[in-house]
């Protein structure tokens, strides 16, 4: 599976952005997948995860009520859409194929392939 985010970029706090990430490969739609980010000197953390089906969806405690994950499996995108956005999500986001969707906190472990990340920025 091959990975490509987009739609990372620069926005003032409380404002919203949208990244998409585009898959390639034959198991995508029988595939978990997740979004992780990672800020400056941290380490990589967990922010969403969606089913295969799309039917479920687990976020981080930091970003529940504020950020939705989806996905179009006839698109091969996986899409995470980001409101309310605060200084502390300021991080490089990285979509990732996970080996299997967890109900809750997902580790960077589970991913199998990862895309190259994009930056987003939240200014205040």
């Known amino acids: 599976v091959h990975l490509v985010e987009s739609g990372g970029g620069l926005v003032q706090a409380g404002g919203s952005l949208r990244l998409s990430c585009a898959a390639s490969g034959r198991t995508f739609s029988t595939t978990a997948m997740g979004w992780f980010r990672q800020a400056p000197g941290k380490e990589r953390e967990f922010v969403a995860a969606?089913?295969?089906?799309?039917?479920?969806?687990s976020y981080a405690d930091s970003v529940k009520g504020r950020f939705t994950i989806s996905r179009d499996n006839a698109k091969n995108t996986v899409s995470l859409q980001m409101n309310s956005l605060k200084l502390e999500d300021t991080a490089v986001y990285y979509c990732a194929a996970l080996r299997r969707y967890y109900s809750n906190y997902t580790p960077p472990s589970a991913a199998d392939y990862w895309g190259q990340g994009t930056q987003v920025t939240v200014s205040s």
């Open positions: 969606i089913s295969w089906s799309g039917g479920w969806t």
